[in-house]
């Protein structure tokens, strides 16, 4: 199974980026979508989660009302747009796939960079 990322890069602060998340190679049954964060000389963080089912939501209290996180169940993908972006949320992005039996599913990371 492989998670591909697309949609990072460079943004000025204040401005928006979507990135995308899509699983190949027959996952099993997925529960829950997510995409991490880590910044240099930090621990990696969530920002953002969302069941596959259900399409609950939960995000980190630093991005409420700026980050939206969302699936398409038919094509195992899931989204982050980002709107309202800040220098601190300057990161490596990783894409997170918890399926039914098995290991988590990791993307590769993308990089998001937020100039001020």
């Given at each position: 199974v492989q998670l591909v990322e697309s949609g990072g890069g460079l943004v000025?602060?204040?401005?928006?980026?979507?990135?995308?998340?899509?699983?190949?190679?027959?996952?099993?049954?997925?529960?829950v979508m997510g995409w991490y964060?880590?910044?240099?000389?930090?621990?990696r963080e969530l920002v953002a989660s969302?069941?596959?089912?259900?399409?609950?939501?939960?995000?980190?209290?630093?991005v409420k009302g700026r980050?939206?996180?969302s699936r398409d169940v038919g094509k195992i993908t899931t989204y982050l747009q980002m709107n309202s972006l800040k220098p601190?949320?300057?990161?490596?992005?990783?894409?997170n796939m918890v399926p039914l039996f098995g290991s988590?599913?990791?993307g590769q990371g993308t990089q998001v960079t937020v100039s001020s």
């Open positions: 000025q602060a204040g401005g928006s980026l979507r990135l995308s998340c899509a699983a190949s190679g027959s996952p099993y049954s997925i529960l964060r880590q910044a240099p000389g930090k621990q969302i069941t596959y089912g259900g399409g609950d939501t939960n995000y980190a209290d630093s980050f939206t996180i601190e949320d300057t990161a490596v992005y990783y894409c988590d599913y990791w």
